[in-house]
């Protein structure tokens, strides 16, 4: 019975263990080319807030009209689906500063 126990025990926690950056592809904050990142930018609009980057997220606009806007803070689950015109701010939960601008 320990032994099953034992087992179960061990294979849960490697399923959630996080997996390596050379598994499966390259690891989620790897940084993007010049212009990659200024095409992916331009699809939302998140090239003309990125001077949003360091300041607090009160002065976040509001969504202009149609606009698909996510402001989510570093570490929150979001969806996985990939969306080149919805913009994304991520800030710092704890100093409410705005970290990143980006499209997806």
Do not use: F, K
Request: hydrophobic share 40%; net charge neutral.
């Amino acid at each position: 019975m320990r032994t099953v126990l034992g087992l179960s025990l061990a294979v849960a926690m490697a399923a959630c263990a996080p997996a390596s950056p050379g598994a499966g592809g390259a690891p989620l904050d790897a940084p993007q080319s010049a212009p990659e990142a200024a095409a992916t930018n331009a699809s939302c609009g998140a090239g003309s807030l990125q001077a949003l980057v360091g300041r607090d997220r009160a002065e976040v606009p509001p969504p202009g009209s149609g606009q698909v806007r996510r402001v989510h803070a570093r570490g929150d689950m979001l969806t996985m689906d990939y969306s080149p015109t919805r913009l994304n701010i991520e800030y710092d939960v704890v100093t409410g500063r705005v970290l990143r601008v980006y499209c997806g």
